[in-house]
């Protein structure tokens, strides 16, 4: 299966580790781009924000969203944010799941209250961190 791994660039090094153990299971991986640039070096906001910009960074995943089967967002914790799924990562769940794909999220649904009821209805799959979960098309 195609999957498209999205997430915070602060979890670039733990997206390359996922994307590896889900490569040696047989699927193919789209990352974000510049996911080694960001697991390899710290970025600060500007330059962040600078990327996205030059690079047309949401566009470019949107395409990558678009080639896949599936997408699998690496919610880890951020500070005190339980499973964070920043602006990022849910337009990219909405993407997907306007263009029909399969949305697994590796953690459960965070508890904000912005989004709780539109998560829900995309009817993705909550891994439980167990990607063998992870179901061929």
């Known amino acids: 299966m ?3 791994l999205c997430g915070s660039m602060e ?4 997206m390359l580790s996922i ?7 047989g699927h193919q991986v789209l ?3 510049y996911t080694l640039y960001f ?12 990327l996205k910009k030059a690079d047309d ?13 599936a997408i699998l967002v690496l919610n880890y914790d951020k500070g005190e ?3 964070w799924i920043g602006a990022n990562s849910f ?7 306007v263009l029909g794909k399969r949305i697994y999220l590796l953690k459960p649904i965070p508890r904000f209250a912005y989004f709780q009821e539109e998560t829900k209805a995309m009817r993705l799959t909550i891994l439980n961190d167990d990607l063998a979960k992870i179901g061929w098309k």
Do not use: C
Request: charged fraction near 35%; aromatic fraction near 12%; avoid cysteine.
């Open 11 to 14: 979890f670039a090094d733990k």
């Open 39 to 50: 697991a390899h070096q710290e970025v600060n906001k500007e330059r962040k924000t600078w």
């Open 2 to 4: 195609v999957i498209t």
């Open 57 to 69: 960074l949401i566009r470019a995943h949107y395409w990558n969203i678009k080639k896949s089967e």
């Open 91 to 97: 337009l990219e769940m909405g993407f997907a799941h």
């Open 31 to 33: 990352y974000p781009k």
């Open 19 to 25: 994307g590896s153990i889900l490569e040696r299971k």
């Open 81 to 83: 944010h339980k499973g």
